[in-house]
Nanobody, 126 residues
Framework: QVQLVESGGGLVQAGGSLRVSCVAS????????LGWFRQAPGKEREFVAA???????DYVDSVKGRFTISRDTAKSTVYLQMNSLKPEDTAVYYC????????????????????WGPGTQVTVSS
C-alpha cells in the first residue's frame, strides 16, 4: 500500500514557474514507476509526465521543453518542475504510482496506475 500526497500548487502568472511535489508513504520508490497527470474542469485526466523504474522519462508534447519530472528516492519524493507556464496548464495535478518489476517501461495511461494522491491545484493567470 502506498499513500501519495501532492503539494506546491498555487496561482502564478503566465510565463512563471512552479514546482509540485509528491511524497509517498513508503520509504523508497525503487519498485515503482511514477507519473504526473492533470485534469482541467470538464475534461478527462490527461498524462503530463512519467518516470520509469530505471529513470527514463517521457512527456506529453504540450509540455516538452517546459516541464521536468525528477525523483529523489531517498526522500520518496517525485517532483514536477514547471517553467514557462501557460493558462492552458491550469488544472488539478495528480501524482500516480504503480508497482513494477525492474523495467525501462514508461506508463502514460491513467489506467496503468494503482495509487493516486488527492491532487494539487495549479492556476496560471494570463
Amino acid at each position: 500500500q502506498v499513500q501519495l500526497v501532492e503539494s506546491g500548487g498555487g496561482l502564478v502568472q503566465a510565463g512563471g514557474s512552479l514546482r509540485v511535489s509528491c511524497v509517498a508513504s513508503r520509504r523508497s520508490f525503487r519498485p515503482y514507476a511514477l507519473g504526473w497527470f492533470r485534469q482541467a474542469p470538464g475534461k478527462e485526466r490527461e498524462f503530463v509526465a512519467a518516470v520509469s523504474w530505471s529513470g527514463r522519462t517521457d512527456y506529453v508534447d504540450s509540455v516538452k521543453g517546459r516541464f521536468t519530472i525528477s525523483r529523489d528516492t531517498a526522500k520518496s519524493t517525485v517532483y514536477l518542475q514547471m517553467n514557462s507556464l501557460k493558462p492552458e496548464d491550469t488544472a488539478v495535478y495528480y501524482c500516480g504510482a504503480r508497482e513494477v518489476m525492474p523495467t525501462t517501461t514508461i506508463f502514460t495511461s491513467a489506467d496503468d496506475y494503482r495509487y493516486w494522491g488527492p491532487g494539487t491545484q495549479v492556476t496560471v493567470s494570463s
